[in-house]
C-alpha cells in the first residue's frame, strides 16, 4: 500500500498529507484517507497502516579536540524517513577545536602599483606564523602571485614591453603572467622569506587584475599548494579591481573555465586557455574545497570586494594586522548550511548561541561572536511531495571540513504483507499486492472478472452518449468489464438515474408508478381543448355584445323616424 499522495490502484492524485491505509482486498471504496475518516467509514484501527516518521543516527562520535582524532561536529550522519507534510527536527552540535592547524596561502598582485608591497611583504612571513601561533601550533604558509592574462588588450605585445613590462626604463620587470605558485604550503618562515625575495614586479596594461583566475587555481590545485584537511585561509592582497566572466572575449577567449587545475611543472597558469571565472563559479569552488577567503585591499578599490575584508596600507605594512583580524572573524562566526535543494524536500534552521535561539525557522543556522563554546542548530526537514528514492545531502559548517551525512526517504508505500499470486479476491486470475488486483494477461477490472484485449473498448461502453464521464461521472460508480456497476442509491445502464432526489411519503417515491409519457400527453390534450373552449367561449361574449349593439343603435333609428313623420 501506498503513504504518499495517490489513490491506491488507480494512480490519482488525492493530495492528502496524512494519508492511511487499509489492509489488503476489502473495500471497494477510496483507500487513502486520513485516520478520522476511515474511523467513520466503521474501519477496525488494526486494519488501518499508518507509518510513522523516524530518524535514525548512523553515526555519532563524540566531540574531540585531540588532534589526532579531531570531532568538532557532531552527529555525523543520520538516516530520516519522512511522511509527506509531518516535519521532523534534530539537532546539530558544534565547538572549534582548541589548537586546530591552519594553512594560509598569501595571494599577491605584482602589478607595478604593488611595488612598494613587494618589498614590504618580503619580510613579514615570520611575524604571520607568530601571530597566527597565538591560535594554534601548527601554521603552515605558502605564496602566490598573478598579474594578468598574457594577451592584448591586458598586456603589450612588443616585444621590449612584453620582456620588461615596467613604465619607466629604469625598472627591471619580469614579465607579465597570469598566476604562479611560487611557494607551495611550508612550516619554515625562512623558506617563506626566501622564494618571496626573488619575486620581481611586473606590469600590465589595464586597471583590473586577473586575480580571480588566481584564485581559482588556488583553490582547485590541492596537491601543488599542498592543502591538508585543516583550516584553509586564502589572502587574497590587491590595489585593483579583477577581471569577471566575458572579459576574455576582449583577447578574443571564449571558452569558460572549467573549474580544474592547470598548472604547469613550473607552477605557471597559462591564461589564455579559459575566460576568467564567473564570481559564482568560484564560490562553489571555494565552498566545496572548504577554503575561507580574506580581501586585503586597499582604500580606493575596497568597495569592489566583498566577503571578509580589511583596508590595506599603501605599502602592506599591516597585513599581518589585517590577517589576524580577519581571521578571528572567520572564526567566530559560524554558518551551518546545506549543500544542494532537493526538491520536493524543505529544509530550515534554528540558531542556538549566546544563551538565545532564534524565533522563527532561517534558510540557514548562524552564530556570531563565538570562541570555545560548545554551539547547537535545530534542523528541521518537511518533505512536500514523495521523493522517487532516497536522497543524499551535506549539511556543513562554512570553512569546516566535517560534514553531518543526511540521507533521506519517504514513507510512501506501507508493509503491505505477502504477495498473493492467483488470489480469490482477483478471482483466480490475478495477483493480490497491497489490496490491489495486478491481473494476468488476458484479464482486466478491479477484480481481473474482464476477458479483454483492449482496456479502452471496454471503458468506452461506460460513457453515455459519448460522454467524457465515465458511468455518470461524482461517484455514480464503476465501470467493470464494459458496464456500469452503480454505487448506493444510483442505478441505471450508466448509472444516471438518483433516486433520492424524488419526493417521498411514507417511505415510499410518490407516483412510481404512473406512466411519465401518458401523463405529458394527457396533460398537453388537456390544456389544448381548456384553450379551445376558453376561445369560444370570448367568441360568444363578443358576439352577444356587438348584437346588443347593433339592435340598440335599430331601435334608435326607428324613433327618429316617427319624430319626422308628425312634423310634417
Same mark, same amino acid.
Given at each position: 500500500?501506498?503513504?504518499?499522495?495517490?489513490?491506491?490502484?488507480?494512480?490519482?492524485?488525492?493530495?492528502?498529507?496524512?494519508?492511511?491505509?487499509?489492509?489488503?482486498?476489502?473495500?471497494?471504496?477510496?483507500?487513502?484517507?486520513?485516520?478520522?475518516?476511515?474511523?467513520?467509514?466503521?474501519?477496525?484501527?488494526?486494519?488501518?497502516?499508518?507509518?510513522?516518521?523516524?530518524?535514525?543516527?548512523?553515526?555519532?562520535?563524540?566531540?574531540?579536540?585531540?588532534?589526532?582524532?579531531?570531532?568538532?561536529?557532531?552527529?555525523?550522519?543520520?538516516?530520516?524517513? =519522512?511522511?509527506?507534510?509531518?516535519?521532523?527536527?534534530?539537532?546539530?552540535?558544534?565547538?572549534?577545536?582548541?589548537?586546530?592547524?591552519?594553512?594560509?596561502?598569501?595571494?599577491?598582485?605584482?602589478?607595478?602599483?604593488?611595488?612598494?608591497?613587494?618589498?614590504?611583504? $618580503?619580510?613579514?612571513?615570520?611575524?604571520?606564523?607568530?601571530?597566527?601561533?597565538?591560535?594554534?601550533?601548527?601554521?603552515?604558509?605558502?605564496?602566490?602571485?598573478?598579474?594578468?592574462? @598574457?594577451?592584448?588588450?591586458?598586456?603589450?605585445?612588443?616585444?621590449?614591453?612584453?620582456?620588461?613590462?615596467?613604465?619607466?626604463?629604469?625598472? !627591471?620587470?619580469?614579465?607579465?603572467?597570469?598566476?604562479?605558485?611560487?611557494?607551495?604550503?611550508?612550516?619554515?618562515?625562512?623558506?617563506?622569506? $626566501?622564494?618571496?625575495?626573488?619575486?620581481?614586479?611586473?606590469?600590465?596594461?589595464?586597471?583590473?587584475?586577473?586575480?580571480?583566475?588566481?584564485?581559482?587555481?588556488?583553490?582547485?590545485?590541492?596537491?601543488?599548494?599542498?592543502?591538508?584537511?585543516?583550516?584553509?585561509?586564502?589572502?587574497?592582497?590587491?590595489?585593483?579591481?579583477?577581471?569577471?566572466?566575458?572579459?576574455?572575449?576582449?583577447?578574443?577567449?571564449?571558452?569558460?573555465?572549467?573549474?580544474?587545475?592547470?598548472?604547469?611543472?613550473?607552477?605557471?597558469?597559462?591564461?589564455?586557455?579559459?575566460?576568467?571565472?564567473?564570481?559564482?563559479?568560484?564560490?562553489?569552488? =571555494?565552498?566545496?574545497?572548504?577554503?575561507?577567503?580574506?580581501?586585503?585591499?586597499?582604500?580606493?578599490?575596497?568597495?569592489?570586494?566583498?566577503?571578509?575584508? #580589511?583596508?590595506?596600507?599603501?605599502?602592506?605594512?599591516?597585513?599581518?594586522?589585517?590577517?589576524? @583580524?580577519?581571521?578571528?572573524?572567520?572564526?567566530?562566526?559560524?554558518?551551518? @548550511?546545506?549543500?544542494?535543494?532537493?526538491?520536493?524536500?524543505?529544509?530550515?534552521?534554528?540558531?542556538?548561541?549566546?544563551?538565545?535561539?532564534?524565533? !522563527?525557522?532561517?534558510?540557514?543556522?548562524?552564530?556570531?561572536?563565538?570562541?570555545?563554546?560548545?554551539?547547537?542548530?535545530?534542523?528541521?526537514?518537511?518533505?512536500?511531495?514523495?521523493? !522517487?528514492?532516497?536522497?543524499?545531502?551535506?549539511?556543513?559548517?562554512?570553512?569546516? $571540513?566535517?560534514?553531518?551525512?543526511?540521507?533521506?526517504?519517504?514513507?510512501?508505500?506501507?508493509?503491505?504483507?505477502?504477495?498473493?499470486?492467483?488470489?480469490?479476491?482477483?478471482?483466480?486470475?490475478?495477483?493480490?499486492?497491497?489490496?490491489?488486483?495486478?491481473?494476468?494477461?488476458?484479464?482486466?477490472?478491479?477484480?481481473?472478472?474482464?476477458?479483454? !484485449?483492449?482496456?479502452?473498448?471496454?471503458?468506452?461502453?461506460?460513457?453515455?452518449?459519448?460522454?467524457?464521464?465515465?458511468?455518470?461521472?461524482?461517484?455514480?460508480?464503476?465501470?467493470?468489464?464494459?458496464?456500469?456497476?452503480?454505487?448506493?442509491?444510483?442505478?441505471?445502464?450508466?448509472?444516471?438515474?438518483?433516486?433520492?432526489?424524488?419526493?417521498?411519503?411514507?417511505?415510499?417515491?410518490?407516483?412510481?408508478?404512473?406512466?411519465?409519457?401518458?401523463?405529458?400527453?394527457?396533460?398537453?390534450?388537456?390544456?389544448?381543448?381548456?384553450? #379551445?373552449?376558453?376561445?369560444?367561449?370570448?367568441?360568444?361574449?363578443?358576439?352577444?355584445?356587438?348584437?346588443?349593439?347593433?339592435?340598440?343603435?335599430?331601435?334608435?333609428?326607428?324613433?327618429?323616424?316617427?319624430?319626422?313623420?308628425?312634423?310634417?
Amino acid at each position: 500500500m501506498r503513504t504518499n499522495t495517490k489513490r491506491f490502484g488507480e494512480g490519482e492524485a488525492e493530495n492528502h498529507k496524512t494519508s492511511d491505509f487499509l489492509k489488503s482486498g476489502e473495500s471497494d471504496e477510496r483507500r487513502c484517507d486520513s485516520v478520522e475518516s476511515l474511523r467513520i467509514r466503521m474501519c477496525n484501527s488494526e486494519h488501518i497502516i499508518d507509518p510513522k516518521p523516524s530518524i535514525f543516527t548512523m553515526k555519532d562520535n563524540k566531540l574531540n579536540s585531540d588532534l589526532a582524532n579531531v570531532v568538532q561536529l557532531k552527529p555525523q550522519s543520520l538516516r530520516v524517513k =519522512l511522511r509527506v507534510g509531518v516535519p521532523q527536527d534534530f539537532r546539530v552540535e558544534f565547538r572549534r577545536a582548541e589548537g586546530y592547524p591552519i594553512d594560509l596561502y598569501y595571494l599577491m598582485d605584482l602589478s607595478y602599483s604593488m611595488k612598494d608591497d613587494l618589498d614590504k611583504i $618580503k619580510n613579514l612571513g615570520q611575524d604571520i606564523l607568530d601571530n597566527l601561533k597565538k591560535v594554534t601550533n601548527t601554521v603552515r604558509i605558502g605564496f602566490g602571485s598573478f598579474v594578468d592574462k @598574457e594577451k592584448l588588450p591586458y598586456v603589450s605585445q612588443v616585444q621590449s614591453r612584453r620582456l620588461n613590462p615596467c613604465p619607466t626604463r629604469t625598472d !627591471t620587470c619580469q614579465p607579465a603572467f597570469t598566476f604562479h605558485n611560487v611557494l607551495p604550503l611550508t612550516s619554515e618562515a625562512r623558506e617563506f622569506k $626566501k622564494e618571496v625575495s626573488k619575486q620581481k614586479i611586473s606590469g600590465n596594461l589595464d586597471s583590473p587584475e586577473a586575480g580571480l583566475d588566481a584564485i581559482m587555481q588556488a583553490a582547485v590545485c590541492q596537491e601543488k599548494i599542498g592543502w591538508k584537511d585543516v583550516t584553509r585561509i586564502l589572502v587574497y592582497t590587491s590595489d585593483d579591481t579583477f577581471h569577471m566572466a566575458g572579459d576574455g572575449r576582449l583577447a578574443g577567449i571564449f571558452t569558460p573555465h572549467d573549474g580544474k587545475c592547470h598548472l604547469n611543472p613550473g607552477g605557471f597558469y597559462n591564461g589564455a586557455l579559459f575566460d576568467y571565472p564567473s564570481v559564482g563559479h568560484l564560490s562553489q569552488v =571555494l565552498q566545496a574545497n572548504n577554503i575561507q577567503l580574506i580581501f586585503a585591499v586597499t582604500k580606493n578599490s575596497f568597495s569592489a570586494y566583498q566577503s571578509v575584508v #580589511g583596508v590595506l596600507e599603501n605599502d602592506s605594512s599591516n597585513v599581518v594586522q589585517l590577517i589576524s @583580524e580577519a581571521y578571528g572573524n572567520l572564526s567566530s562566526t559560524l554558518l551551518l @548550511e546545506h549543500n544542494m535543494s532537493l526538491p520536493g524536500l524543505h529544509v530550515s534552521y534554528k540558531s542556538h548561541c549566546n544563551q538565545q535561539t532564534d524565533i !522563527t525557522w532561517q534558510k540557514r543556522g548562524e552564530c556570531t561572536g563565538i570562541r570555545d563554546e560548545k554551539v547547537s542548530f535545530t534542523v528541521r526537514l518537511n518533505a512536500t511531495e514523495c521523493l !522517487t528514492d532516497s536522497k543524499t545531502f551535506q549539511i556543513q559548517l562554512k570553512g569546516i $571540513k566535517e560534514v553531518l551525512m543526511v540521507t533521506v526517504e519517504t514513507l510512501c508505500n506501507c508493509d503491505c504483507g505477502k504477495i498473493e499470486e492467483n488470489s480469490s479476491h482477483c478471482a483466480g486470475k490475478g495477483t493480490l499486492d497491497c489490496g490491489i488486483c495486478r491481473c494476468n494477461k488476458g484479464f482486466l477490472g478491479q477484480h481481473c472478472k474482464c476477458e479483454t !484485449t483492449s482496456d479502452s473498448v471496454m471503458h468506452l461502453s461506460c460513457h453515455r452518449n459519448n460522454s467524457s464521464q465515465e458511468c455518470s461521472g461524482h461517484g455514480h460508480g464503476v465501470c467493470e468489464c464494459g458496464q456500469c456497476v452503480c454505487s448506493g442509491h444510483f442505478h441505471g445502464t450508466h448509472c444516471e438515474c438518483n433516486d433520492a432526489g424524488c419526493e417521498r411519503y411514507n417511505n415510499k417515491i410518490c407516483n412510481e408508478t404512473v406512466d411519465k409519457t401518458k401523463v405529458i400527453i394527457s396533460s398537453s390534450v388537456s390544456g389544448i381543448i381548456f384553450i #379551445g373552449i376558453l376561445v369560444i367561449v370570448i367568441y360568444k361574449i363578443l358576439l352577444e355584445l356587438y348584437d346588443r349593439r347593433e339592435y340598440q343603435n335599430f331601435i334608435k333609428a326607428q324613433e327618429n323616424t316617427k319624430w319626422d313623420e308628425v312634423c310634417l
